[in-house]
């Protein structure tokens, strides 16, 4: 039986040697199919295809978020003056002005107006 | 005998005047909710996919702000000035803004919640899930709130110190 069992294990290695590049190829088919189950499962698992827009029919949105063109890099290190900060409190304003440019949470789209669930009794 | 029938009359009397019009006013809306069920569907789809692209936007600009707030918190270190009030609007701002992320977390689940109740046969359900999401909602935009208090008191921050920082002309090096 050990016999039996030593030579089909001979074999095995044997035939692989021999195709090796077989081998190495399905291999790294199966790794990348387990890390994209592995990617697939925390996207779906923790719940991170909710507040994706680049799903399928959500295009009209897409057109709606903000791109963000450039990484900006900021000074740290070097000396103050006045305008320096200046410079700075108006690209603050900027972004502060964006937020409320963006923000609909404040806005009545639940109220019972707008999804007309109002009842008007005429007297 | 006569007197406890009066007495049952004037209770029932009073039960009918004094019952809350909210009762009625609520069958009526349960009413509406099933007969508008599908245009409602549609009108809360309409609504998570607009405020996903807000949650998007925004998201995007408090990490631009982030980035700014701590360039010049650090910036103002490396000046020598006294840069403790900055830091401490910084640590509040970023658990502000944790704070805003999980709000709208719970909001979108109490929308998805409310979204996938079957209307037609359960109103009462859906306006007790409408009247949560509301609820949520408002939280979130309590939370926006907050974080702007913090960004108005960062850039007061900001102005004082421009006060103390000599002018680029007056000899102050860039």
Redesign the interface.
């Known amino acids: 039986m050990r016999e039996k069992i030593k030579k089909s294990v001979r074999r095995m290695r044997e035939k692989m040697r021999k195709r090796r590049l077989v081998v190495a190829l399905g291999l790294a088919i199966f790794a990348s199919l387990v890390l994209t189950a592995v990617s697939l499962t925390i996207y779906k698992v923790g719940d991170y295809y909710?507040?994706d827009?680049s799903r399928p029919g959500?295009e009209s949105?897409r057109s709606?978020?903000?791109s963000?063109t450039t990484t900006?890099t900021?000074?740290?290190?070097?000396?103050?003056?006045?305008?320096?900060?200046?410079s700075?409190?108006s690209?603050?304003?900027g972004?502060?002005q964006?937020?409320?440019k963006?923000?609909?949470?404040?806005d009545s789209?639940?109220?019972?107006e707008?999804?007309?669930?109002t009842?008007t009794t005429s007297q | 005998m006569k007197l406890s029938n009066f007495f049952v009359f004037l209770c029932g009397l009073v039960l009918v005047v004094c019952s809350p019009s909210s009762v009625f006013?609520q069958d009526?809306?349960t009413d509406?909710?099933v007969a508008?069920c599908s245009?409602?569907h549609t009108?809360l789809k309409e609504?998570e996919?607009?405020?996903?692209?807000?949650?998007?936007?925004?998201g995007?600009?408090?990490e631009?702000?982030d980035?700014?707030?701590s360039?010049?918190t650090?910036?103002?270190q490396?000046?020598n000035?006294n840069n403790q009030s900055f830091l401490d609007l910084q640590t509040q701002y970023k658990s502000a803004v944790n704070q805003f992320r999980a709000a709208y977390v719970q909001?979108?689940d109490s929308i998805?919640e409310l979204i996938a109740i079957d209307c037609q046969s359960k109103p009462s359900d859906f306006l007790t899930t409408?009247d949560k999401?509301?609820t949520l909602?408002?939280a979130?935009?309590d939370k926006?709130t907050s974080?702007?208090s913090i960004?108005?008191q960062?850039?007061e921050q900001?102005?004082q110190?421009?006060n103390n920082?000599?002018?680029?002309n007056s000899g102050?090096?860039?």
């Open positions: 909710r507040y827009l959500y949105e709606n978020v903000v963000t900006i900021y000074d740290t290190s070097s000396a103050f003056s006045k305008e320096d900060i200046d700075s409190i690209e603050f304003d972004h502060t964006n937020i409320s963006y923000n609909t949470f404040g789209s639940l109220s019972d707008d999804l007309q669930l009842t | 006013a009526a809306k509406l909710v508008q245009q409602l009108n609504l996919a607009r405020d996903l692209v807000s949650r998007t936007n925004m995007r600009e408090y631009n702000i980035k700014q707030i360039a010049f650090e910036r103002v490396n000046n000035y909001y979108d998805n409408l999401t509301k909602r408002t979130v935009n926006v974080v702007s960004l108005s960062y850039r900001m102005v110190l421009q920082v000599p002018s680029q102050g090096s860039q």
